[in-house]
């Protein structure tokens, strides 16, 4: 069988994926990479800085950037991503199925359109339905997905919150196959691997005999940071330890309201060599997000680790990677005093329960499962 997929650009999460699906007997597999300018470094608004990833993320498959003529070219809006040579590339390649990474630009969408009923198409994506409002709005959204999805024989779910989106928007549940979202595992038991003095070591020190709960991501409105900040301050536990990683445009405030404050630290971000340490110094992760959170990949990392989760109800995968008094907990999102209820909680207990629940847990979202799984589901389509 011949896979094409279409991507946007080399992700941390994805790459070890193609990479496992290049592996899989029977299975030839072509990766075209939409936005071609992500081939060098990227600028990532959310971090607010230039970044390249310092693992490869091309190796073990073949792939190919596709000329993207963009005026803005960008993975965050709509007319991005425009490649006139894309359908070209991919008839003459001859795929038996194409399987795209999301709609929301121009060349997938008109992509999808186009190779509807004349070769199998499979669908990724995480939306949700958490956020969901009434109203006109929603109204032309739901019709605009249900267009959309109708032109798909196939959308792969990464969870419950996942499914229950694909449902909404009319999706039969003989065209839903689950394939959940996943990161190399493996990875994250490993000993970081980079030499640059990030400040890491001084905040070591600092954390050691503590409690330590973890905060891993973009510093901005919808992941909530600052309510975080607020929690651990009004939990008062003088054995515990907060420690924010990243940066993005909520940082000044974030440290202008933490200034002083004994226990709460700061490291800015931390590329992927990096990151298996940052983990590895904590014992808990929180994820307080207040919405559009799809996911939250930093989850599956910390899991792997070993370490306790706390996140919100907003945060999509709460229900299948976290369950309540096992491996850690889940607040309702804009109840404070619940956070705080869940963090005095964890500072009241043995953690080596909860920490092995997590590795337990992540055990069954892998990468060389789901490649099997894709497999699988190419086989039956």
Not at 233 to 258: M, P, R, T
Request: a positive charge; hydrophobic letters at 40%; glycine letters at 8%.
């Amino acid at each position: 069988m011949r896979l094409a997929i279409i991507s946007s650009h080399p992700i941390q999460y994805n790459a070890p994926f193609f990479k496992e699906l290049g592996l899989q007997e029977g299975l030839t597999l072509k990766v075209f990479y939409t936005w071609s300018q992500s081939s060098g470094k990227v600028y990532d608004p959310g971090f607010n800085m230039i970044r390249e990833w310092d693992i490869p993320l091309l190796d073990g498959y073949d792939f190919e950037f596709v000329k993207n003529i963009a005026f803005k070219p960008g993975s965050d809006h709509f007319w991005g991503i425009v490649d006139p040579s894309l359908i070209k590339k991919i008839k003459e390649w001859k795929p038996d199925h194409i399987l795209v990474y999301g709609w929301a630009f121009y060349s997938h969408l008109r992509a999808i359109k186009y190779f509807y009923k004349k070769v199998p198409l499979l669908f990724r994506g995480d939306s949700t339905i958490l956020d969901e409002t009434s109203g006109l709005k929603n109204f032309l959204k739901r019709s605009l997905l249900t267009w959309i999805y109708s032109s798909v024989d196939t959308c792969l779910y990464v969870g419950k919150n996942n499914f229950d989106y694909y449902k909404r928007y009319k999706v039969s549940e003989d065209r839903l196959e689950y394939l959940p979202h996943v990161v190399d595992n493996d990875r994250f038991r490993r000993p970081a691997t980079t030499d640059e003095d990030t400040g890491i070591a001084t905040v070591k020190k600092k954390l050691e005999g503590k409690k330590v709960f973890l905060f891993v991501g973009k510093f901005e409105k919808k992941k909530a940071p600052l309510s975080l900040a607020e929690a651990f301050i009004h939990l008062g536990e003088a054995n515990a330890a907060l420690l924010f990683v990243g940066q993005g445009e909520l940082e000044k405030s974030l440290k202008e309201y933490c200034a002083g404050i004994a226990g709460i630290h700061f490291l800015p971000f931390q590329n992927q060599k990096a990151i298996t340490g940052i983990y590895q110094l904590a014992d808990v992760l929180v994820l307080p997000s207040a919405y559009n959170e799809t996911w939250g990949l930093v989850v599956n990392e910390a899991m792997a680790t070993g370490l306790a989760i706390i996140v919100s109800d907003k945060v999509g995968a709460a229900p299948d990677l976290v369950e309540n008094g096992i491996n850690g907990y889940v607040f309702n999102s804009g109840d404070p005093d619940g956070l705080i209820d869940k963090m005095k909680l964890i500072c009241a207990q043995d953690l080596q329960q909860m920490k092995d629940a997590s590795l337990r847990k992540i055990e069954q979202f892998s990468i060389k499962k789901n490649a099997i799984t894709l497999l699988n589901i190419l086989r039956k389509a």
